[in-house]
């Protein structure tokens, strides 16, 4: 098989952004039930016993059924090849790799969140 690296403009990149959610979706979903299916019986699923579950879901996910039937074999491919029962999940929201801290130096450190609007002395 061969990779073609094409560069796709912009105006196709909502569209393209909606199928990755869906090859997602699947993704999560073949991940959790051959989790679940191995805590109950303790066996791995194959590629084929994945595909019956996902059997009919392209039609609802717009989606080709040999889509579907690719994101099942690499899921069984990645699990065995990596040796773990469950792998990571699956999302289009990136994790931003820079947490924004907001730091503030106080000269005297805050001793309540309210303070009194004006103090008076009485003589």
Known sequence: MKTLKLRIKDKHATQLNILAGSVNFVWNYVNELSFKHLKRT??????????T?????????????????????THAKARKQFKKAKLNWRTNNPKPN??????????????????????????
């Open 42 to 51: 303790g066996q791995f699923f194959s590629a084929y016993d994945l595909a």
């Open 53 to 73: 579950y996902t059997k009919g879901a392209g039609e609802y996910l717009n989606l080709h059924s040999q889509t579907l039937q690719a994101v099942t074999e």
């Open 98 to 123: 820079v947490v924004l801290l907001v730091g503030f130096r106080l000269k005297r450190p805050l001793l309540s969140i309210s303070a009194p609007a004006k103090v008076v002395k009485s003589v």
